[in-house]
């Protein structure tokens, strides 16, 4: 693979990260109004959010089976078109069944996506033998901003959701078309993965030299359920803690989330070169740490602007926890990281389900201050597990020597 080759496959993935930002966020943005469109009541609402964490659950399984014939390329080159036509779908249907196929649809695709994106970033990785992993996950926090952007004009100036997704998707669609041409896998010469380890002949599997032990993996999953435990109570619950807890007003209450999507893009901006410099095990603590410290301020905060600085010190503490987890996985199986990534996606899925369920059932029956401290405790669950970022870790997969069980914690 020439140098020129791995920056087109840089960028090309750099792209597709960003358009999924947008499409994520063009999503759940405008729920309420999805919920107008189709006449779906406040019960069964929630069944339609599940649904799509479930089912994207469901397609980063299938993911790994596919990507064991073919190549995480040729996934991610179908499932974004489908994305995109997905979501276009949820804005153009009128029926209670067109919304429950159009997402779905999207859940499935979102699944295979997230999956497939991820898979090439870890392989991208390993050839460039430096830390990338967290730009690419900068440029989706930089598309979700983007879409949250365009959700908001959209609502401003009334728009329906098919006007709103229409241009959006006749533009991104395209392009996502056209920059997938430069997918690559980040192999080197004859087959081998930069660090020498062998790739399945002809597909993108890389089955040489490393059974999956689930076991090894486990650490870098719960650490992936509690960092989205906690991205999800902020997404969910920010804006109603502000105004119901700490009495801000009703405008204030939407800043929060706008504050942590900011600095969740500005400490992915500069969270590979904190990789690069400090190292990864180095990186994640100091992440968990300042998010661990984030909840705990809005906590016990007196009032709304305090509680704007703990979601602050959520968005440049959480960041980094999850694109180097998958790093994390892809150097503990080097051999077989395309199947690591794709089951260590399904907890994703799995943070975002328990997240906000478990913040307001323990808001209800005890008070919101007090549950603000379970994602808490959680992100600094993360400390115990911090050793399986380290570079030593990738001795453990593709066959070589298993760890102590002190190593593994």
């Not at 980040?186 to 490393?210: N, Q, V």
């Not at 992936?224 to 619950?237: C, E, P, Q, R």
């Not at 509680?307 to 790093?327: D, K, N, R």
Request: proline share 4%.
């Amino acid at each position: 693979m020439t140098d020129a080759g791995l920056r087109h496959g840089r960028a090309s993935l750099g792209l597709s990260f960003g358009v999924q930002g947008v499409a994520f966020a063009l999503l759940v943005t405008r729920i309420p109004a999805i919920q107008d469109q189709y006449g779906i009541s406040d019960g069964l609402l929630p069944v339609f959010l599940a649904a799509v964490p479930i089912l994207a659950g469901a397609g980063s399984v299938a993911t790994e089976k596919v990507v064991a014939r073919v190549r995480p390329s040729l996934v991610l080159r179908w499932a974004q078109p489908l994305v995109l036509l997905a979501l276009l779908g949820v804005g153009a249907g009128r029926e209670m069944w067109h919304v429950a196929v159009a997402l779905g649809v999207f859940g499935l695709a979102v699944g295979a996506l997230d999956a497939s994106m991820n898979m090439l970033g870890v392989s991208l990785q390993r050839a460039y033998g430096r830390s990338i992993m967290t730009g690419f996950h900068a440029a989706y926090s930089l598309g979700g901003i983007a879409g949250a952007t365009l959700a908001w004009a959209g609502a401003r100036w009334e728009l329906s959701l098919l006007a709103s997704y229409l241009p959006v998707v006749a533009v991104l669609l395209p392009a996502a078309l056209i920059g997938s041409r430069w997918y690559t896998e980040g192999k080197g010469a004859e087959g081998k993965l930069p660090d020498g380890t062998g790739a399945g002949a002809g597909t993108g599997s890389e089955s040489a030299g490393g059974a999956l032990s689930f076991k090894l993996l486990l650490p870098l999953c719960l650490i992936m359920t509690f960092a989205y435990i906690g991205d999800s109570t902020v997404s969910n619950w920010s804006a109603k803690y502000l105004q119901d807890v700490l009495g801000s007003s009703e405008q204030l209450a939407t800043v929060p989330y706008n504050v942590y999507m900011v600095t969740t893009l500005l400490g992915r901006a500069v969270g590979d070169l904190g990789v690069r410099r400090f190292g990864a095990v180095a990186v994640v603590r100091g992440g968990s740490l300042l998010a661990a410290g984030g909840f705990a301020v809005v906590a016990v905060a007196p009032g709304a602007w305090v509680g704007m600085l703990g979601f602050t010190m959520l968005g440049f503490g959480l960041c980094v926890i999850v694109p180097q987890t998958f790093a994390a996985a892809g150097r503990m199986f080097p051999g077989n990281s395309d199947a690591a990534v794709a089951r260590l996606n399904i907890f994703n899925y799995v943070g975002f389900l328990v997240g906000s369920p478990l913040v307001g059932a323990l808001g209800d029956a005890w008070s919101y201050r007090g549950a603000m401290l379970v994602p808490m405790v959680l992100v600094l669950a993360t400390l115990v597990y911090a050793r399986a970022f380290g570079p030593e870790t990738a001795r453990y997969g593709g066959g070589h020597e298993r760890p102590r069980t002190a190593d593994v914690g």
